[in-house]
């Protein structure tokens, strides 16, 4: 069974995202960083595909989808300086926003 789960990519569900109304001052600026900047390319309720990946869980997974580690560094990077089809958002976010974005992206 456990070897079926491994090649299917199939596993045990995620809990949910935190719900909105119990995050934090901070984190409900990133949420509206998410909206504002990312929701056009990727979900945070699903890990399914829009333009770009799903962002739900993504920290609580060892990996991102590119096989880099999930951590704060390596999504930092992704963020400012793009990856593949995703733009640079160096110059348009500043580190108050960047944090903001990141202590959501924790909750998904």
């Not at 809990?15 to 600026?29: A, D, Y």
């Not at 945070?44 to 991102?64: C, T």
């Amino acid at each position: 069974m456990a070897a079926c789960l491994f090649l299917t990519g199939c596993g045990p569900s995620l809990p949910p995202s935190k719900p909105l109304s119990q995050l934090t001052p901070q984190e409900s600026e990133g949420r509206q960083v998410f909206v504002s900047r990312c929701a056009r390319c990727h979900y945070a309720n699903s890990d399914s595909a829009l333009h770009g990946p799903g962002l739900f869980g993504i920290y609580r997974r060892k990996y991102l989808r590119n096989g880099a580690p999930a951590n704060d560094d390596r999504v930092t990077d992704i963020i400012l300086h793009g990856r593949g089809m995703m733009p640079s958002l160096g110059d348009s976010m500043d580190d108050e926003q960047l944090q903001a974005l990141l202590a959501y992206l924790h909750t998904l």
